[in-house]
């Protein structure tokens, strides 16, 4: 059992002992080879989902010991979730390698970023501005010195990796609480900006903002939110992310809304998905109940708001990327192909395999980015088959995934957050 130091809900915590039985349901058949990326890069066992929930099972029994080597092992993954989703046996690979990831880090510490980053900075909102200006000064020196410390395997093929801008303000100070509906009020949301939002794509948040108040919601901005967990639930630090989940949980429950809104597809499938298992208890999932993606809610609740296209407007060519904790972690598959379809000015292109993973997921391309790259080639590669202008996407780590991926094989190729293509085309901004 996890300890916490505030959770007073009944957890409902994941331990690798506890997913015993979804490993026990493997039966070893390999219908998650063929949709692993890593697996398909390298060809070895340990890098498909079977290989991975063999070695938590080695692990588990006592057979293999918590190693740095055996975390690599488990860290070279993308949470993708391929595996699960084509899991006849219902293993869940994902959720199984996430838990063996806390397991091993048990056993060999967390290291700077869970002691410090996951500990002590992502959950507390006062520190935000801080970490976004060392990270604005980190990106600077990053992009003009030939050389940085630590920094040599972000420039693969002579190509230093695309890093987006970070901002020391954040987009919520701009706005009021409420930015309240323009016209008739058809309901009350509060936007769950997540941190990417907030201090790096801030135009996609404004755009969302704009878009909801324009389609007729009161918007509200929670200034206690904070750090949605992913980064620490990922790496397997459940402490933290459990952390960060309550805090939120209380920031948010004390509003009265019809609906919290994410426009970032992991803060999204960890707050709708996670937090029920992290937290456990009715508060929990009814926080759960409300969240909603963007794209969803524009669909369900507001598609009548957004104007249909004459057919006379010049055309842009767009395409869509999936991402993956939004079509596989929220099941948000259909609604953002719809709503594209039906923008005025917008001819939609559908790209072979939208659904497969751009190689980015956070951390990974962080730890692996030659790895990283090479598995993006594909969607590179799609992309550019596709004849799309523009790509968009609801994820800012497959955005700067993407922006690196383009800046390197079709440079006239756009990234867009889905919010931010239409702000263009309905409000020409
Ligand atoms: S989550 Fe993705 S990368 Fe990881 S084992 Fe499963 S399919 Fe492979
Ligand atoms: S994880 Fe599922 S798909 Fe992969 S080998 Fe085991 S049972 Fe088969």
Redesign the pocket.
């Known amino acids: 059992m996890y300890h916490r130091r505030h959770v007073k809900l009944s957890p409902m915590p994941k331990e690798l002992k506890e997913l015993e039985p979804l490993i026990n349901?493997?039966?070893?058949?390999?219908?998650?080879?063929p949709d692993c990326p890593t697996y398909t890069l390298s060809r070895y066992e340990h890098d498909?989902?079977?290989g991975k929930?063999l070695l938590a099972q080695a692990l588990l029994k006592g057979e293999l010991p918590p190693s740095p080597e055996l975390a690599q092992k488990f860290d070279h993954c993308l949470t993708c979730m391929a595996?699960t989703q084509?899991?006849?046996?219902?293993?869940d690979?994902a959720k199984v390698i996430v838990a063996a990831r806390n397991e091993v880090r048990k056993g060999i510490g967390g290291g700077f970023i869970r002691n410090f980053i996951f500990a002590k900075i992502l959950p507390n909102r006062l520190a935000m501005p801080f970490l976004a200006a060392a990270m604005k000064i980190g990106s600077r020196l990053f992009s003009i010195l030939p050389w940085l410390p630590g920094m040599g395997k972000f420039t693969v093929g002579g190509d230093k990796k695309i890093l987006p801008e970070f901002f020391t303000t954040s987009l919520k100070s701009e706005y009021p609480q409420v930015v309240p509906a323009a016209g008739k009020r058809l309901m009350r949301v509060a936007y769950f900006t997540g941190c990417m939002a907030d201090w790096v794509f801030q135009k996609s948040g404004r755009g969302v903002i704009g878009i909801l108040s324009s389609a007729g919601a009161d918007v509200l901005l929670v200034k206690d939110e904070v750090c949605c967990g992913a980064p620490a639930y990922f790496s397997g630090d459940m402490v933290n992310a459990g952390l960060m989940a309550e805090k939120n949980l209380k920031a948010f429950m004390a509003m009265e809304v019809d609906y919290i809104v994410t426009s970032c597809a992991t803060c999204g499938s960890v707050l709708k998905e996670i937090y029920p298992e992290l937290l456990g208890g009715a508060d929990a999932q009814k926080f759960s109940a409300k969240i909603i993606d963007f794209q969803k809610l524009l669909v369900d609740r507001l598609m009548p708001k957004i104007p249909a296209p004459t057919g006379a407007e010049p055309k842009i060519k767009v395409t869509y990327h999936d991402p993956c904790h939004l079509s596989r972690g929220m099941k948000v598959v259909a609604e953002p192909h719809r709503l594209l379809q039906k923008l005025p000015g917008v001819e939609y292109v559908e790209m072979a395999d939208a659904n497969a993973c751009c190689g980015g997921a956070g951390t990974f391309s962080a730890s692996f980015y030659a790895d990283s790259l090479e598995i993006g080639k594909r969607k590179a590669q799609n992309i550019m088959a596709s004849g799309a202008q523009i790509v968009v996407t609801e994820c800012p780590s497959c955005q700067m995934q993407l922006m690196d991926l383009m800046a390197r094989y079709a440079p006239g190729v756009k990234v867009l957050h889905t919010a931010e293509l239409l702000a263009k085309v309905l409000t020409g901004r």
């Open positions: 349901k493997c039966v070893l058949c390999g219908g998650c080879h498909a989902a079977r929930v595996c084509a899991c006849p046996a219902g293993a690979p």
